[in-house]
């Protein structure tokens, strides 16, 4: 599966983007995936994901703002970014894990997705 991710750009604080995760191949519904963000000079960090099967989970600091979706039909993860903040300036990438133990679950470990995109830009001017 190849993903592409896009929407990145630059917005002013209190703006909002919408990600999306686009992927070929026929697993990509049968996957999870999250959405990651690293920022210059910090570790890459898991901002939000999504089960096979819609559960989702976000990191504590974007509950509220961000939503995670996606479209199987068309083999797209989207994120929703609102109100957004100078510190969630980072590249984003997207990423696929294996559906294991089960379609609910959704993987919260780096290490568990093995699959990844090349990243998007999101600037966020004060």
């Known amino acids: 599966v190849q993903l592409q991710a896009s929407g990145g750009g630059l917005v002013q604080t209190g703006g909002s983007l919408r990600l999306s995760c686009a992927a070929s191949?026929?697993?990509?519904?049968?996957?999870?995936v999250g959405w990651f963000r690293q920022a210059p000079g910090k570790q890459r960090e898991l901002a939000a994901a999504?089960?096979?099967?819609?559960?989702?989970r976000y990191a504590d600091f974007v509950k509220g703002r961000f939503t995670i979706s996606r479209d199987n039909a068309k083999n797209t993860v989207y994120l929703e970014m609102n109100s957004l903040e100078p510190e969630d300036t980072a590249v984003y990438y997207c990423a696929t894990a294996p559906s294991y133990p089960g379609p609910w679950y959704i993987p919260w470990r780096r290490d568990e997705y093995d699959n990844w995109g090349q990243g998007t830009q999101v600037t966020v001017s004060s």
């Open positions: 999504i089960s096979s099967v819609g559960s989702t």
């Open positions: 191949g026929s697993s990509f519904s049968i996957r999870a």
